[in-house]
Antibody, heavy 116, light 107 residues
Framework: EVQLVESGGGLVQPGGSLRLSCAAS????????MNWVRQAPGKGLEWVAY????????YYADSVKGRFTISRDNAKNSLYLQMNNLGAEDTAVYYC?????????WGQGTLVTVSS | EIVMTQSPATLSVSPGERATLSCRAS??????LAWYQQKSGQAPRLLIY???TWATGIPARFRGSGSGTEFTLTISSLQSEDFAVYYC?????????FGQGTKVEIK
């Protein structure tokens, strides 16, 4: 069974940093491209970042470019999102999602709240 | 960036009735269109990919159709567990944009 488990969310002050993790199991992690998607409270889904299997190709949404960094460790079956210079607009549930062209499996999400 | 527009924003339907959800792309995405269901407090779940192919375990009452810029998700006979928010997403080009969602609520 495919499992994606996010962690690392929490309360952070504006301008602060946070690192999210996504632990993958039940499939060959190194063979799949991965993404982060977020959802602000009461809002829709927003794609945030993409990373290819070998991390050779990375894309970011314009809203996070220059502040967020996606990475992966295939040996540890883990995906990461380093988030810097956080603002109130980054408050959201962050999901990791496996990509099979479309996003076929999602984690349960981790909540990031940016507030003073 | 391809803009995905869903309509209506909210759909009020009685159990057992049919629901028809629309999704329009600002430019052609071919058949690279997925539908997701999200229940309150849960992660999204893939329903349909390739505009019309069921994901694993999805019941046949969910039917996707369309290509190019116009897509439809039809739920033939709404069950209690189908009341949720539905999102379309194009994966033809980056960024892989989502529609704003259609909430299907009990009438």
């Amino acid at each position: 069974e495919v499992q994606l488990v996010e962690s690392g969310g929490g309360l952070v002050q504006p301008g602060g940093s946070l690192r999210l993790s996504c632990a993958a199991s039940g499939f060959t992690f190194s063979s799949y491209e991965m993404n982060w998607v977020r959802q602000a409270p009461g809002k829709g889904l927003e794609w945030v970042a993409y990373i290819s299997t070998s991390a050779s190709t990375i894309y970011y949404a314009d809203s996070v470019k220059g502040r967020f960094t996606i990475s992966r460790d295939n040996a540890k079956n883990s995906l990461y999102l380093q988030m810097n210079n956080l603002g109130a607009e980054d408050t959201a549930v962050y999901y990791c999602a496996r990509k099979e062209y479309y996003f076929d499996n999602w984690g349960q999400g981790t909540l990031v709240t940016v507030s003073s | 960036e391809i803009v995905m527009t869903q309509s209506p924003a909210t759909l009020s339907v009685s159990p057992g009735e049919r629901a028809t959800l629309s999704c329009r792309a600002s430019q052609s995405v071919g058949s690279n269109l997925a539908w997701y269901q999200q229940k309150s407090g849960q992660a999204p779940r893939l329903l349909i990919y390739g505009a019309s192919t069921w994901a694993t375990g999805i019941p046949a009452r969910f039917r996707g159709s369309g290509s190019g810029t116009e897509f439809t998700l039809t739920i033939s006979s709404l069950q209690s567990e189908d009341f949720a928010v539905y999102y379309c997403q194009q994966y033809n080009d980056w960024p892989h944009t989502f529609g704003q969602g259609t909430k299907v609520e009990i009438k």
